[in-house]
């Protein structure tokens, strides 16, 4: 979606336009689920992350700020509300038997071309886990969401220097922790 | 600069400027350990970006839309029970509310201390029965006391005692 149609959809939704936000939803919903998924793994809780952060948006959209994307907002949103969930314990234990391979499956030696994308991935989220709070944000948003440097700052309300220091220490981290994994060297 | 400076900028290459990004080719042109790290380093970021590739999409994508747009259309529904409840708590029927009630405390206190018996009575039948009930009891009681004030009125006097009101009661009612 141009920014001029967002802009345009954004002003009809503060009048009430329940069309025009139903435009927006359909439009951002992908990236806000796609984000709650990353931090939460979990279907049913990242549904529920998306629709209250549209909720959020709907009622706060009278004090949006055209000088930044929707997007932007929105990652805000649903960033800040998926730490909320991460911290109050509400984050169930069996989601790490359910959603990843078994442990003695990541331990074992396996080759570089028997890494199935769907184990890798269940390993690298694994791994991001283990990050710090801000290293996991700006992990996410930075290389799992995608989102340029200006965007993870904006929505992080973070300096370029500090979002960085944390990405740096992030893909350390994960580099690391996959080189452990499959002890021989990528390289 | 040390090696160990260049390592920051060879994790976030992507994010660095075209004047840091000159300046740390130019070492790994001539740094061999921090070559390979280098391509450590991009071989990982190649297998993080195949994840990121794959987009995860939500399962039930029209019902999540729908769910959001009931959401989103309750407020209307809520914004009924705001306005019931300001109405309760604006100063006009919280003055009615607190007459109506003085009343109703007053009617209740005069009817349980003139007779307990009778309104304990009226308590067992239905809400609407025991109001009317109340009300005719409350009317007889009301007229027997005023027939009682007459009869005795004048006994009454600021003249005399207690003594003289009670004794000329006494002789009344003989």
Redesign the interface.
């Known amino acids: 979606m141009d920014p001029e149609t967002e802009l345009n959809l954004i002003r009809k939704s503060i009048d009430g336009d329940?069309q025009a936000?139903?435009q927006l939803?359909?439009s951002h919903?992908?990236l806000a689920?796609?984000l709650a998924?990353?931090f939460t793994r979990e279907?049913k809780e990242?549904?529920d992350i998306?629709?209250e952060a549209?909720?959020k948006l709907?009622?706060n959209l009278s004090r949006y700020n055209a000088q930044y994307r929707l997007k932007t907002w929105l990652c805000k949103i649903v960033t800040n509300l998926s730490l909320d969930y991460l911290k109050s314990g509400r984050k169930k234990k069996v989601m790490s038997e359910n959603n990843f391979p078994a442990k003695s499956m990541i331990e074992r030696v396996v080759h570089e071309d028997e890494?199935e994308?769907e184990e890798?991935?269940s390993i690298?989220l694994r791994l991001a886990e283990q990050l710090t709070e801000k290293q996991k944000v700006v992990f996410i948003l930075r290389?799992?969401?995608?989102l340029s440097?200006e965007e993870v700052c904006q929505t992080l309300e973070m300096t370029?220097g500090n979002?960085?220091?944390n990405?740096?220490h992030a893909?350390?981290k994960?580099?690391d922790g996959?080189?452990k994994i499959y002890k021989t060297?990528?390289? | 600069m040390s090696c160990k400076d260049y390592e920051q900028n060879i994790y976030t290459y992507p994010e660095l400027s075209a004047k840091e990004r000159s300046h740390l080719d130019a070492h790994l042109q001539n740094c061999r350990s921090c070559l390979t790290l280098f391509q450590e380093v991009q071989q990982t970021q190649q297998l993080i970006n195949q994840i990121a590739e794959e987009k995860v999409i939500p399962p039930h994508a029209a019902r999540l839309t729908g769910s959001i747009m009931s959401k989103i259309a309750q407020p209307s529904k809520r914004a009924f029970g705001e306005w019931i409840i300001e109405l309760l708590l604006s100063k006009r029927s919280k003055f009615a509310l607190s007459g109506l009630s003085s009343v109703l405390l007053f009617v209740f206190c005069f009817q349980f201390f003139d007779d307990p018996a009778q309104f304990k009575a009226s308590q067992a039948s239905s809400l609407t029965n025991s109001v009317i009930l109340n009300a005719k009891l409350f009317r007889e009681n009301f007229s027997r006391h005023k027939e009682k004030r007459t009869l005795f009125a004048d006994c009454r006097s600021p003249f005399q005692s207690n003594q003289y009101y009670l004794n000329c009661v006494k002789t009344k009612l003989k």
């Open positions: 329940h936000f139903r939803v359909e919903q992908g689920y796609s998924y990353r279907e990242s549904e998306v629709q549209f909720v709907w009622k890494l994308s890798l991935k690298v290389d799992l969401e995608t440097s370029p979002m960085k220091s990405l740096y893909r350390l994960i580099k996959l080189q060297k990528l390289i």
